[in-house]
């Protein structure tokens, strides 16, 4: 299996950078700046791999390893320069630089000046975690020698926030690096990579996520009920053990950030259920573990579209595959790891059409977003949903002008996601309903039906998996 499709667009993207090194830069600076974000588990250290394996330029690949100290992380990083193909790597031989001021100078004098080469540090949040001074002794070094230099440096990290900031107003990097985001692979890319028709290619999305650690132990073919029926009862595969892993990088244990997400993950949406589900959390601590996984982009929040402000404010897990192992794996690790792998899958099974009818919701509504013009009523700029303290009513879908606060409402629409139920009549006329008490809606409002088993009636716009899967290949 490929693990890359789908990564075409980052190789080639990498590929360009590398050009412009190999072309030559203005006033004789030739080096460039990659800054890399991307979930964790994502694919970004492979994606770099493959790049520099493909690249055939001498580079150096060092991975930080959240060191206890400054000491430890330079001895790994010396130990990772002497044993690259850098025309200078004998230069590291027996040296043990004590800042990293020293070792970068040392990392510049062992560059090749007459051909590109490529430097990746990765997981380069962890060496700002140890040293806060490495930032700014990053980009003294990067002035000063390396842009002078025929060199890619690649910075790459999986706290989002962090490698976001460091390219802002105000820190040492700012507009010395180009950004380059790193996205699980998409639900086409999943069709594509596992050789599944577009209903199926959704629920395996669902599932992996879209990380391609997942999808290289998936079969070609293979159907969810398969695939699901190796994978939960083998405690080390990659769909069992990559949420565990995540989570721990991100949170230490009972962290109130952690026990806040596993809450959201088993379902709870709104504030005071969050804090009930959490452990009863006082609202000042939630309030905090809320705004921190907000930033770690851990979470989505969200509130009603419409024309009138609404506080109805509602959180969701932001990751498909943490949505999936929050809800039916983490829970249940002793039970996996025990051998009772049966249980959970069970779980699975009897709960699925359930869960998987609300979780499909955020991933349509990225999907619309990305329909070429003309699919969807004129004036739609923004996609939500609404819905009011009791979810009475509760509007799947909301096209408008703006968000959050609306001028004009341009579709409501439904989501039925079911095997062998198309949206039929009695469907339409719920959403009549609904559509009559969606503030800014009026009966001229057009209306919307995505149905995983097509529409069996008139008066809507319809949209297939088909429909959606080619906006993801878009």
């Known amino acids: 299996m490929d693990g890359f499709v789908g990564r075409e667009r980052e190789l080639a993207q990498l590929d360009a950078m590398l050009r412009r090194v190999r072309d030559g830069g203005r006033a004789g600076r030739p080096g460039r700046a990659l800054l890399m974000r991307g979930r964790r588990r994502v694919g970004k250290s492979r994606l770099v791999e493959e790049f520099v394996e493909r690249a055939e330029v001498p580079h150096v690949y060092f991975t930080a390893s959240a060191q206890p100290t400054v000491a430890a992380d330079l001895a790994l990083f010396v130990e990772a320069a002497a044993g690259s193909t850098l025309p200078g790597a004998q230069l590291f031989q027996a040296q043990t630089p004590r800042t990293w001021d020293a070792a970068l100078s040392l990392l510049a004098a062992a560059l090749p000046t007459d051909m590109p080469s490529v430097v990746v540090l990765d997981e380069m949040p962890y060496l700002i975690a140890t040293d806060p001074g490495f930032e700014g002794t990053l980009q003294k070094v990067f002035d000063r020698e390396l842009s002078r230099r ?30 380059m985001v790193v996205p699980p692979l998409s639900p086409a890319d999943v069709a594509e990579m ?67 997400l596993r809450a959201i993950g088993s379902g709870e949406r709104t504030f005071s259920l969050i804090a009930r589900a959490a452990g009863d959390l006082p609202q000042a601590s939630l309030t905090r573990a809320l705004r921190l996984l907000t930033e770690k982009r851990m979470i989505d929040v969200a509130v009603p579209l419409s024309t009138r402000p609404s506080r109805e404010t509602r959180y969701g897990v932001a990751d498909p595959y943490l949505r999936f192992w929050l809800s039916f794996l983490g829970p249940y690790l002793p039970e996996i790891e025990r051998g009772r792998g049966d249980l959970t899958l069970g779980r699975i099974s009897a709960a699925w059409t359930t869960w998987r009818g609300r979780a499909i919701e955020p991933v349509v509504r990225e999907a619309l977003r990305r329909l070429p013009e003309g699919r969807l009523p004129e004036g739609t700029r923004d996609i939500g949903g609404f819905w009011t303290r009791t979810n009475d009513p509760e509007i799947d879908l909301v096209g408008a002008d703006r968000g959050p606060i609306a ?68």
């Open 150 to 179: 025929p060199v890619l440096l690649i910075c790459v990290g999986s706290d989002l926030a962090m490698m976001e900031a460091l390219n802002d107003y105000g820190r040492p990097f700012h507009q010395r690096a180009t950004e």
């Open 194 to 260: 596992l050789a599944l028709p577009a209903a199926e290619a959704f629920d395996a999305y669902l599932v992996s996520g879209g990380l391609p650690l997942i999808l290289d132990e998936w079969p070609d073919g293979a159907t969810l009920r398969d695939y699901l029926a190796d994978a939960v009862t083998d405690p080390t595969s990659a769909l069992i053990v990559s949420g565990e892993r995540a989570l721990a990088a991100e949170f230490p244990p009972q962290s109130q950030a952690g026990l806040v």
């Open 407 to 474: 001028k004009r409402i341009t579709f409501a629409g439904s989501v039925k996601w079911l095997e062998k139920r198309p949206f039929d009549a009695h469907d339409l006329g719920r959403l009549l309903q609904h559509r009559s008490r969606l503030p800014g809606a009026d009966e001229d409002t057009a209306l919307v039906a995505v149905s995983r088993s097509g529409v069996a009636t008139e008066g809507v716009r319809a949209l297939l998996p088909e429909d959606l899967l080619a906006a993801y290949s878009d």
